[in-house]
């Protein structure tokens, strides 16, 4: 099974952009080169296993969500 991290500022659809987390043990990292939308990994057999918010603010502004897919 692979595994595929992604960060989404603003998740309310399939083609809501995100953005590939780079692992660190330091910190985190955004790859703002990596942006995509959510539809393309869907329609590359991909299956969206988890979304989780990351703050507690219920904004629109504020859906920010980790994307975790699996193959």
Same mark, same amino acid.
């Given at each position: *099974?692979? /595994? %595929? /991290?992604?960060?989404?500022?603003?998740? #309310?659809? #399939?083609?809501?952009? *995100?953005?590939?987390? =780079?692992?660190?043990?330091? =910190?985190? !990292? /955004?790859?703002?080169?990596?942006?995509?939308? #959510?539809? &393309?990994?869907? &329609? =590359?057999?991909?299956? $969206?296993?988890?979304? /989780? =918010?990351?703050?507690?603010?219920?904004?629109? %502004?504020?859906?920010?969500? $980790? $994307?975790?897919? !699996?193959?």
């Amino acid at each position: *099974m692979q /595994i %595929e /991290i992604y960060f989404s500022h603003s998740f #309310v659809s #399939v083609n809501s952009t *995100m953005y590939k987390i =780079k692992d660190s043990s330091y =910190k985190p !990292e /955004i790859i703002q080169s990596s942006a995509k939308k #959510v539809k &393309d990994m869907i &329609d =590359k057999g991909w299956k $969206l296993s988890h979304a /989780i =918010k990351t703050s507690q603010s219920a904004q629109l %502004e504020s859906f920010n969500f $980790l $994307l975790i897919f !699996e193959k």
